[in-house]
Each structure stands twice: as C-alpha cells, then as structure tokens.
C-alpha cells in the first residue's frame, strides 16, 4: 500500500503542536526526538522530523510529501507548494523594530539605514512594495543583538509577545508580515485519497478546538429565551429532568462568544453548566 511522507519540525516551537495535532488525529506513533523518522503504525504515514529551514524545499521537490511549518519559512524559502491548511498554532508576527531612543516614526524614516535579519526576502519585498531603500544585512540568529553591537540601525524579526526586544531595548517600528503554522504539501498532493483523509481529520479537530460541549439546566419557562442564544451544531438537545417543568440543554457554542455567551445564560437563569471540550466535530 501506498505510503506518504510529512515532515514536521524535529525541535524547536512547531514539534510540540504538530505531533500533538498529528496524535489528535488519530496517529500511533514513536516521538523518539532522537530518530530522523518515524511510522504511524495505524495510517499510511511516514513522519520525518527536521529543521524547519529544510521543510519547504523537501515539500517541493516531493521528498517529503506533506509538511507542517511556519508561514514566514516558507515565504522566505520561496518555494512553489500548495497551502492545504492554516493550523492555527506558531502565530507570530514579523516586525521590524528600532531601538528606543531611534527619531524614525514613519517607514520612509529607515531610507538609506541598515536592518539585520534573517528573513532577507520577505524584507526586500516589503521595502520594495512601500518604496524604501535600505541596506538589508543578512544574519542567521541573535538579530536582536544587531543595534546595540552597532550592526544596524534597524531589525526586522518574528516577534509573538515583543519580551525580547524590549529586554535589548528596541520598540516594534512596523508590521510585515503575519505568519502561523501551514500544512503544505508539494503540488499536486491534494487530491491523494490519504492527503484527503488526513485533511478531514486535521479539519475535525480544528473544529473541536474552536467549540465547547456546554450542558446546563432551565426551567422550561425560560427555555425559549435560551435556545435563542444557542444555535448548536444543528439544534439543540432538549432533556427533561426528574423534577418537573426542568430541562437539561446540550449544546456546542464558538470558543470566541464563550464568555459572553456563558454569562448571558445565567443572567436568564441557567444553573448548574458543564462546559466540556470536544475531541472531534465530524462534518
Ligand atoms: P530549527 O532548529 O528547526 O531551524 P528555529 O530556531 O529556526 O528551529 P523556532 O524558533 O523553533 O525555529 O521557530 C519555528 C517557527 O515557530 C518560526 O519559524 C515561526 O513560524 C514560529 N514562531 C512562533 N512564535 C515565535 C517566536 N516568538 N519566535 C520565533 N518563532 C516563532
Ligand atoms: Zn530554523
């Protein structure tokens, strides 16, 4: 039987979510952190762990036939692969930043300075599209050192919370670009009957991640006013309890309305609600 390959990160901020993501879908598999490759033992999968720089490039050129990494790596890298699913893990931003006492306040301000990073290509680009000359200066790690050492005026870095560059006193200047965990596969891919199973069970889970199962009861004078703000997966399950004129009220809600939602239902006299996570939403 046919067997495909994914490449996942080996270590690093992508290994921890991608193996996870794969295990939630249903995959059994050895994480030895010191072995190259693994199999699931249970789906046509061969899972290989690598440095994430590497990643797209083995997508593209089919030596791996899946793999999971950062936006920012892979616009960088250049390469021609399909998008088949933004994760929703590894969010980051690419910012450029200048030290704290820098006089720069709009992006024109950086015209004939220098900015260290190791993202060259997705900096030129952004400087070309907003009509910038500046001197870009290659460095592979530690970019945020670059100012203070007098390597340049500027950097341009993926920054999640901004900790590090205010502990090297530097200020986030202007946004480039957004990136977050991407399933890629090499083209062509998306139609393989295991590309498709496995998208469906990746897509499962995603779903479970945004949704909470939330069981509560009412009584049933107020139970119109409730299932009002509780549209369900189709609608919702009505149960009546032991003690009369009570019903129970299974649901699923977004994870983004939660708080809202949660308080509004008690406000109209929901008691005693379970809010539970949910494994998988099959569609
Ligand atoms: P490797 O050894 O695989 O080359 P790395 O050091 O290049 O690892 P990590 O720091 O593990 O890479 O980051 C992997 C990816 O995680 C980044 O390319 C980016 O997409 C994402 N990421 C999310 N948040 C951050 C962050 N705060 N700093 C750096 N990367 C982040
Ligand atoms: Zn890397």
């Not at 939630?24 to 720089?53: H, Q, V, W």
């Not at 083995?58 to 030596?63: E, S, T």
């Not at 460095?139 to 205010?166: F, H, N, Q, R, W």
Request: proline share 4%.
């Amino acid at each position: 039987m046919e067997t495909l390959k994914i490449a996942i990160q080996k270590s690093g901020r992508l290994n921890e979510k991608s193996v996870e993501l794969l295990k939630k879908c249903g995959l059994n598999f050895d994480n030895y952190k010191s072995s190259l490759m693994t199999t699931a033992s249970n789906f046509p999968l061969e899972i290989l762990f690598l440095r994430d720089d590497d990643i797209p490039e083995y997508v593209q050129d089919g030596i791996a036939d899946l793999g999971i990494v950062g936006e920012n790596v892979i616009d960088e890298t250049e390469v021609s692969v399909t998008y088949l699913q933004r994760l929703g893990f590894g969010k980051c931003t690419l910012k450029i930043a200048v030290p704290a006492d820098s006089k720069a306040t709009i992006l024109q301000d950086l015209e004939g300075k220098s900015i260290a990073t190791s993202y060259p290509v997705i900096l030129q680009k952004f400087l070309d599209k907003n009509k910038v000359n500046a001197d870009i200066r290659t460095i592979s790690g530690s970019v945020e050192i670059a100012p203070g050492l007098g390597l340049s005026d500027a950097i341009c870095d993926i920054v999640s919370t901004g900790s590090t560059l205010k502990s090297n006193g530097l200020i986030p200047f202007a946004d480039v670009a957004k990136s977050e965990a991407i399933l890629i596969g090499m083209n062509g891919i998306a139609k393989n009957p295991i590309v498709i199973e496995l998208l469906q069970r990746i897509q499962s889970v995603l779903k479970a991640q945004e949704t909470k199962y939330v069981v509560l009861n009412t009584d049933r004078k107020n139970l119109d006013e409730i299932l009002a703000l509780l549209p369900g997966v189709k609608s919702p399950t009505v149960v009546p309890l032991a003690e009369e004129n009570w019903v129970a009220v299974h649901t699923v809600i977004p994870e983004a309305d939660f708080w809202n939602k949660i308080n509004k239902l008690k406000a109209i006299g929901a008691q005693g609600i379970l809010v539970m996570p949910i494994e998988k939403i099959i569609l």
